[in-house]
């Protein structure tokens, strides 16, 4: 798992993600990066114990060094999993995570009452409901991966 150890939320997500793997018998390691020359150390640590897959934790530093994420995996055939399917329009391999129409809406709607006078802690604690699974069937055939017909019916999006 890639993530940036600098972003306060990332241990936690981590360590959700860490129990619940754990959970089904998957063991999770963290490559923390800070910056965007600590990438180099992380890839080099996957290089010596290849991972079965790589899950990439969503923030500024790791979208903005995502290419180089995208290349290490498509050169050492690690299928990688991301939390936007942006990522995989830009050529990750398959993504789940918040609908983006749906966050924009529940923001717009925080916003406008905040506007018409709401106090913002008087607000509630918005989350989605919607999640898309999106898959990138070009990187999949790159990695020499065949996905099942299954996963692609169950797929919101299907990039080929």
């Not at 972003?7 to 997500?13: C, D, I, R, S, V």
């Not at 934790?57 to 995502?66: A, I, M, P, Y």
């Not at 409901?129 to 692609?152: D, Q, R, V, Y």
């Amino acid at each position: 798992m890639a993530l940036n150890s600098n972003n306060a939320n990332n241990p936690a997500q981590f360590e959700l993600l860490r129990s619940e793997a754990e959970k089904l018998g998957i063991q999770v390691q963290a490559l923390g990066v800070r910056e965007p020359d600590d990438f180099e150390a992380a890839f080099a640590s996957m290089t010596r114990e290849k991972p079965d897959g790589i899950m990439m934790v969503t923030d500024v530093l790791t979208v903005l060094n995502r290419k180089r994420v995208f290349e290490f995996a498509a050169v050492h055939r690690i299928p990688a999993m991301y939390e936007h399917p942006s990522l995989v329009r830009d050529g990750g391999l398959m993504a789940y995570g918040p609908d983006a129409a749906e966050t924009a809406n529940l923001v717009a709607g925080l916003i406008d009452r905040i506007l018409s006078g709401s106090k913002p802690a008087d607000l509630p604690f918005e989350q989605p409901t919607h999640f898309t699974f999106a898959i990138n069937l070009k990187t999949a055939k790159a990695l020499e991966l065949a996905i099942p017909h299954g996963m692609l019916l169950r797929a919101d999006e299907v990039i080929e």
